[in-house]
């Protein structure tokens, strides 16, 4: 077994419940199993949970005009300016972006077979520090922070024939602290922490009534009274590999949005987004006016001035930055853009020009402020150079946030349901940064259960969104989540001007590669194995080239290849035998679906791995690091394409006669997947089904026709991806999750989803 192995729990003591990918090592204050989520959400028969999203909206209603808790949100009367500012919102993206063609139909916000899915209660205690003046919350409730309900969107349209999830999340925010109730924070936090204890295993309908029940649960007293925020983060387009011009191997961009009760209007109105610097009320540009120009670069002034504060860089170097209303600098939308996390500039407010008017602080304003701070004596724990100061700073942004160690700019997508085909699913709920967090933010319910007031920003402070604490190094050492494969790390002479010591662990032999180079991120890299190969390993190194801000280029400098695709030159000799090794690429090619060459079909329109990734053509001889997946394969999209036109395509057509084979990367909660990849549910098979499930696969490929249909010939049973799993994997049990690009899972993508009917004219 190899040394990163070590980390993996064997295979076959996996359990093939969702419980079995979260380590205890990483479990925290959360509720994330899509049964218990179900129970509180939408419980059968009634769908009318007392966390249904609908109903939670609609609290503040009075109870003759509420609809049906089940709804369609966007539907409901309390939300239209959400939906005519989100509708114009991607009309508005997609224009900017030209990227009209192929993406989500705007009827789905407003289809009736359309709503939102409970994913996630995510405990925040740990952002007591926001101390929002139009909350309307009192300071004791400031005091104990928030809880935040996630949910997904969802439709089901042409008779239940046609239903995926959407790259669609909606935050409902609330105090942590109920209104009402009659309860302190301490017991709050003590019921919380008494939920994270190991107990004796429950059913998902014991689980649910537990923390909802009056004298113990968690959830006990919350309210839709009480509603803070509702936080939305959608895609608002995404280009295919074959359209993609920034060799990035796709390009999507996800709309964030905040909305607040205002209870004049009765209605959910835009808000500011916290700590998100709007770059066009600080920066000039050639349209404005000289008048105009000259208050933004006031404003400007007065930002950089409140960022050299002593207290504010206190703040800044904790990760408690709060950047004040009054300086009118505040957007009140935000786009980030995926993949490549920090190396693009659109995600960084802050961005690095290198001087020039388009920065919004210089690095010799960062200079001064940091003298400034040494001069007052500020203890720094996080912050030693300018790119520390710079790189906090923008972590501290919504765009900056959501794309560091995320999956596809989400945190928590969420874990599908049972029912959800495995190729369409989830299986780890929430991302790297995620999980990494999760000791922290136990360490502060449990402070605060414990008897502590309102904890100090050095009590309440986070490490940067890339890597978690040094100081949980130990208790997650089980773990690859610092330092380990996949990890985020610095180059050597980085670390030595820095204060983020993050090099990779010698204990497991890896070291710290840049997959990409780029002046937007510099010096930061991915732990991989030193000398040594495993699947899931990168296979291309590049640069980012940004001429100005927002307008990133990919170029790859390694392994020279004569076109996109991986050379078989850059692939490890001796793979197992009557298996090889193949090598995904991340730009298009478009290749011949129909060549006589099997090798030139396997290659026919495919790209989008970032990177690039290792992997084996069959499930044979399979290393422990790596367990066996059915992935999106030739002729999936074109399939994808048919369920527009042809009401006899589904979605589950196309995943059982396009999907192929593959020796993939294994994941979980503790073992994650590199950056801008997401653990999906594997497949399924057992001992007792495998061979079953072969058997009815390989039937109805070579029998319905389909398969011919959309890559214009018959099925080959010798192409690649088509040989049995051998027995020594299926004996594993093996019910790890899959490492695959979020945009090869139909849900993460929002083009090619079957539009539902336009809505009748008013």
């Known amino acids: 077994m190899i040394a990163c192995a070590a980390l993996l729990l064997p295979a076959s003591s996996r359990s093939a419940d969702y419980s079995g990918a979260i380590p205890p090592a990483v479990r925290g204050p959360f509720v994330s199993d899509p049964a218990v989520l179900a129970e509180l959400d939408c419980p059968a028969p009634l769908c009318n949970g007392p966390l249904n999203f609908a109903r939670l909206m609609q609290a503040r209603v009075p109870p003759k005009s509420r609809q049906r808790a089940a709804g369609n949100p966007f539907t409901l009367p309390i939300s239209a300016r959400i939906l005519s500012i989100v509708t114009g919102d991607l009309q508005d993206l997609r224009v900017i972006a030209n990227a009209t063609e192929g993406q989500l139909s705007p009827n789905f916000l407003t289809d009736p077979g359309s709503r939102v899915d409970l994913v996630g209660v995510i405990n925040r205690m740990d952002r007591q520090f926001i101390r929002d003046p139009t909350s309307g919350l009192t300071p004791t409730q400031l005091d104990c922070g928030e809880v935040s309900l996630i949910y997904r969107f969802s439709y089901s349209i042409r008779d239940g024939k046609q239903a995926s999830r959407l790259p669609v999340t909606l935050n409902l925010v609330f105090p942590a602290l109920p209104s009402r109730a009659g309860i302190t924070c301490r017991e709050i936090a003590r019921r919380w922490a008494d939920e994270m204890e190991p107990r004796t295993p429950r059913s998902p309908k014991r689980q649910a009534a537990d923390l909802r029940n009056r004298d113990r649960g968690a959830l006990a007293f919350l309210n839709g009274r009480d509603l803070i925020r509702v936080e939305l983060n959608m895609q608002a387009y995404r280009k295919s590999a074959s359209t993609d011009t920034t060799n990035f191997g796709t390009e999507a961009a996800y709309l964030i949005r905040v909305f607040k ?83 693009r500039s659109k995600n960084q407010p802050y961005w690095n020009a290198g001087g020039g008017d388009q920065d919004v602080i210089t690095d010799a304003e960062i200079e001064r402020a940091l003298a400034t701070a040494r001069k007052a004596r500020v203890p720094l724990s996080f912050i030693k150079s300018v790119d520390d100061f710079r790189m906090r700073l923008n972590e501290s942004s919504c765009t900056g946030c959501h794309q560091i160690r995320a999956i596809a700019g989400f945190h928590f997508p969420g874990a599908d349901r049972p029912e959800t085909p495995s190729v369409n699913a989830v299986l780890v709920a929430g991302s790297p ?247 999906v549910r594997p497949m399924g098979y057992t001992p007792e089904t495998a061979d079953r499930l072969y058997d009815e696969r390989r039937q109805r490929l070579t029998t319905t026709g389909t398969f011919k249909a959309i890559n214009g010939r018959d099925y080959d049973p010798d192409d690649f991806g088509q040989q049995r799993p051998d027995a020594a994997w299926v004996q594993r049990n093996d019910q790890r999750g899959v490492c695959i690009p979020p945009y090869f899972v139909f849900q993460f993508r929002s083009d090619g989803h079957p539009a539902p009917p336009a809505p009748p004219a008013q």
Not at 306 to 316: G, N
Not at 334 to 341: D, I, K, Q
Not at 437 to 455: E, F, W
Not at 603 to 622: N, Y
């Open 261 to 343: 009760w205002d209870e004049k209007s009765g209605l959910f109105l835009p808000e500011f987004l916290r700590d998100q610097i709007d770059r066009d009320k600080v920066l000039c540009s050639a349209s404005d006016s000289a008048g105009d120009c000259a208050a933004k670069k006031a404003r400007r002034e007065r930002l950089v001035a409140f960022l050299s504060r002593p207290d504010v860089i206190a703040s800044i170097d904790k990760g408690t930055l709060e950047v004040s209303y009054g300086l009118g600098v505040l957007a009140v939308r935000a786009v980030s853009r995926s993949p490549g996390g920090f190396h």
């Open 433 to 679: 940064h995620f999980y990494g967090d999760q000791p922290r933010r136990a360490d502060i319910v449990k402070r605060m259960a414990g008897g502590s007031r309102r904890l100090s920003e050095y009590q309440l402070a986070t490490s940067y969104s890339a890597r978690p604490m040094a100081r949980y190094a130990e208790r997650l050492a089980s773990t690859q989540l610092v330092g380990g494969w996949g990890s985020t790390c610095l180059m050597p002479d980085t670390i030595a001007a820095s204060r983020r010591n993050w090099p990779c662990r010698s204990d497991l032999r890896l070291s710290c590669v840049q997959l990409f180079r780029s002046k937007n991120d510099p010096g930061a890299g991915t732990c991989v194995p030193d000398q040594r190969h495993e699947i899931g390993d990168p296979l291309q190194r590049g640069d980012v080239v940004t001429a100005s801000y927002a307008t990133d280029q990919y170029v790859r400098t390694a392994p020279e290849s004569a076109d996109t695709r991986i050379p078989d030159s850059a692939l490890p000799p001796n793979p197992p035998p009557n298996n090889s090794y193949y090598g995904s690429h991340q730009e298009f090619f478009i290749g011949n679906i129909a060549s006589p060459d099997r090798a030139a079909r396997r290659d026919a329109l495919t790209g989008g791995f970032p990177a690039g990734m290792l992997r084996f053509s069959e499930c044979l001889g399979l290393p422990e690091e790596s367990t066996c997946s059915l992935i999106a394969s030739s002729g999936f999209n074109s399939c994808i394409a048919k369920l527009a036109t042809d009401p006899t395509y589904t979605i589950n057509t196309c995943f059982e006669n396009f999907t192929s084979y593959a020796g993939m990367r294994a994941c979980d909660a503790g073992s994650p997947c590199r950056d801008d990849y997401i653990c």
